[in-house]
């Protein structure tokens, strides 16, 4: 069956997934003398490796982003999973994704439970980790609280992997920026590193020795791979061939981080990075490493010659198809973009229902929120539905960009707005000439 997930992942990547090795070492699930406290981090870690009672069942979520924080063995072919967030209070985004087979053909029963949080995400499958199919005919019951999903899954030697979304890990995208690359308008580079170390890249799209900028980000939120796949088609379409991007690229610069939450993302976490924090809560304060290498190239964006950012989206997922802006700030250049933005995607795209708000999160330390009352652009948060059919997302992405592109390319050129007195006091701030901000 060729489902709309299938038909993704083979535009989206052609060449990834390393296969793991099956290398199972035992980890028992949490028994006697095991303190509170360790199995507390063990639930919290969400990597698990379980092997049934008779051998020949084996479940785990050992691979990057995977999330089942334990396993136990309660009945002939039953097997109860915990899964847990990596921290508590959380936001309910109910990651899970673990891989199972057996030595044998036959049914079993996986009876999920959420730890602080409910069934989310609908089931997707796949033999291969790379091709993905929508399983919702998996669930055979469901609690009223929808805290517990019963599955009943047909196993045998092949590995089946079972997450709440297709997997899309930090390699994956890294190769498909690397893909990029090769043309020779896309540049890569490493922006900074996470909390555990790992590269944070930012693409920079254009032909121009002088552009304005737009700036593009991804994956503050794990579990939000809709939100990532509509990035991935946005992008592409601004790298594409077509005549209208060549222009675009001609006088716009795209500056991409794909991945802003790399830790998040390798870990199968349901909302934060590695210091269990809530990235797109980080953005008035910037404790952390990843805001504060995304806050650094905007800023760079901004700063004296280079002062020509246009517009950023931040992309994520929630339960519809939706984009979050600002109330009307009167400081904001290009004035009334985002309006003139949906009209023409709502236009393009009549039987699509193109959803705005410009209430959600309004006070929250959010990057549309700085990026607005800082920096005085035109901020974005564009979020795609968990469900949305994939094809769909590719449809709308598209059209979204090039839609952007047209009206970008109708704006006068080279006009400098105003910086605000905070934005002053932030990239001297980052600069090092000024110690402390004013807050
Ligand atoms: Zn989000």
Excluded at 94 to 114: C, D, E, G, M, N
Excluded at 115 to 131: A, F, I, L, T
Excluded at 260 to 286: E, K, Q, T, Y
Excluded at 411 to 439: C, D, F, N, W, Y
């Amino acid at each position: 069956m060729k489902s709309p997930l299938r038909l993704l992942r083979r535009d989206l990547v052609q060449n990834h997934f390393v296969t793991l090795a099956f290398g199972f070492v035992a980890i028992w699930a949490i028994g006697p003398g095991v303190g509170f406290a360790h199995a507390e981090a063990r639930l919290h870690r969400g990597d698990a490796d379980f092997r049934s009672h008779d051998g020949r069942v084996v479940i785990t979520s050992d691979f990057p982003g995977g999330r089942m924080s334990q396993c136990k063995q309660v009945g002939a072919d039953t097997f109860a999973i915990t899964i847990a967030p990596e921290s508590d209070p959380i936001n309910d985004s109910a990651w899970y994704a673990f891989r199972v087979q057996s030595t044998h053909p036959k049914q079993i029963r996986l009876l999920l439970h959420y730890v602080n949080g409910s069934h989310r995400y609908e089931p997707k499958v796949s033999r291969d980790g790379e091709n993905w199919q929508a399983a919702t005919e998996l669930i055979s019951s469901t609690s009223n609280t929808l805290e517990d999903v019963e599955l009943r899954v047909d196993v045998d030697r092949k590995p089946l992997w079972i997450a709440g979304q297709e997997l899309l890990s930090t390699d994956e995208v890294s190769q498909w920026s690397s893909d990029l690359t090769r043309l020779p308008y896309v540049d890569r580079k490493q922006i900074g590193r996470s909390v555990q170390g790992r590269t944070m890249e930012q693409l920079t799209i254009t032909e121009s020795a002088d552009p304005d900028y737009i700036f593009l980000v991804a994956r503050q939120h794990p579990p939000e791979v809709t939100g990532a796949i509509g990035m991935l088609h946005f992008v592409d379409t601004l790298a594409s061939q077509s005549d209208l991007a060549k222009r675009f690229r001609s006088r716009f610069a795209a500056r991409v981080v794909p991945t802003v939450n790399p830790d998040g993302v390798h870990h199968g976490h349901w909302r934060c990075n590695a210091n269990g924090v809530d990235l797109n809560r980080d953005w008035s304060h910037f404790t952390q490493p990843e805001t504060q290498a995304v806050r650094e190239q905007l800023l760079q964006c901004r700063r004296a010659g280079e002062d020509r950012l246009r517009l950023f989206v931040d992309f994520h997922s929630t339960y519809d198809d939706v984009f979050y802006i600002p109330a009307h700030n009167p400081q904001i250049f290009p004035a009334d973009f985002t309006k003139t933005w949906f009209a023409s995607i709502q236009q393009r795209f009549p039987g699509y229902r193109v959803n705005v708000d410009d209430n959600h999160n309004a006070h929250r330390s959010t990057s549309k929120a700085w990026v607005d009352r800082t920096l005085g652009v035109t901020a974005v948060t564009y979020e795609f539905g968990d469900e949305t059919d994939r094809g769909m997302i590719k449809q709308v992405a598209s059209g979204a960009a090039e839609e952007m592109m047209k009206l970008l390319l109708e704006l006068p050129s080279k006009r400098t707005p105003k910086a605000s007195p905070a934005m002053h006091s932030e990239i001297r701030l980052v600069s090092g000439i000024e110690e402390t901000l004013q807050r």
